[in-house]
């Protein structure tokens, strides 16, 4: 009897779930895009920390999210027992799979706030576009993802697709940036 | 302290630290200034639009090469400085496809004025 009539609240509001959190990570997405297109960019380097220029640390910072990304998303495939190693799944599998999410997205953090704030929105070229648009998206992306995880009675396949999603676009946003830097000015020093 | 807790205060703090870079966003005013060149007029519009990002506000430099009061040492002929905005060089994207002559002649006297 209990279960006959949960069944289709539950259901009636797994789509109000979805819609509101894609709502909120869309509402993240133009949010960054409206800043960056209005905000009059400076053009200034806000911090160095310990790298011989700004463009240097964003590099290098791009390049660790990745690297860290991708560790998670390998954790995250042991998680979801689609790798078989390490062949017994440790305990504390699903906290280093969020510390890798955490430190990433705080890695990212420095680089999208230097080219908001000094940068903008810009649409000189193709690739300059595409890592706006992307930069932008990213963030939704990882809203989407964040309430995705702490939000119950959610699809299975949603987690996946839009962890999958946010993995994709950090790699094609590291490639229309830090790619291109190597390709243009070689390997970056610190 | 357990891994959990210790994944929660990262946690935390990450977000204090994201919650820090939004106040910036909003708070952090560009420094730098172009004295007393004035703030209107067409060659500053297409300079804030296309150029400040990079060379700065005031021409003070940043991402691109510092312009004010250096500008026209470095080309002591205007049309060398159109040259350059129109067909790029080295990291400076060409504006070609993207202002047009009458605007580069614009912005390029612009600058020549930042002091």
């Known amino acids: 009897m209990t279960a006959s009539t949960a069944g289709p609240v539950t259901r009636a509001s797994v789509p109000l779930k979805l819609l509101a959190i894609v709502l909120a990570g869309a509402a993240v997405s133009i949010a960054l895009g409206v800043y960056g297109h209005v905000h009059d960019p400076t053009g200034e380097k806000p911090y160095t920390l310990f790298f011989s220029d700004t463009i240097n640390l964003k590099v290098w910072f791009a390049t660790a999210a990745l690297f860290l990304a991708t560790i998670q998303v390998l954790l995250a495939l042991r998680l979801y027992d689609k790798i078989h190693i390490p062949r017994a799944a440790p305990s504390w599998l699903g906290d280093a799979h969020r510390l890798t999410g955490i430190v990433t997205f705080g890695l990212t953090l420095p680089v999208a706030y230097q080219c908001l704030w000094a940068l903008g929105f810009q649409s000189t070229d193709g690739r300059v576009l595409l890592h706006s648009l992307l930069g932008s998206f990213f963030f939704g992306a990882f809203t989407i993802k964040v309430l995705a995880v702490r939000t119950h009675g959610l699809p299975n396949w949603l987690l996946p697709v839009v962890g999958g999603t946010v993995f994709t676009t950090l790699v094609l946003i590291w490639t229309t940036s830090s790619v291109w830097f190597w390709r243009e000015f070689g390997f970056p020093s610190f | ?115």
């Open chain 2, 1 to 115: 302290m357990t891994f959990k807790r210790f994944v929660n205060v990262v946690e935390i703090l990450t977000l204090v630290v994201a919650l820090g870079f939004v106040v910036a966003l909003f708070a952090n005013e560009p420094g730098g200034g172009s004295g007393g060149v004035a703030k209107s007029g067409p060659g500053y519009d297409v300079y804030l639009a296309n150029c400040a990002r990079c060379h700065g506000q005031g021409g003070q430099g940043g991402i691109g090469l510092r312009l004010a009061g250096v500008v026209t040492a470095d080309f002591p002929d205007a049309q060398e400085e159109v040259a350059v905005v129109r067909d790029g060089r080295a990291s400076m994207p060409s504006f070609r496809n993207s202002l047009s002559a009458t605007e580069i002649q614009d912005v390029v006297a612009y600058t020549r004025t930042l002091k």
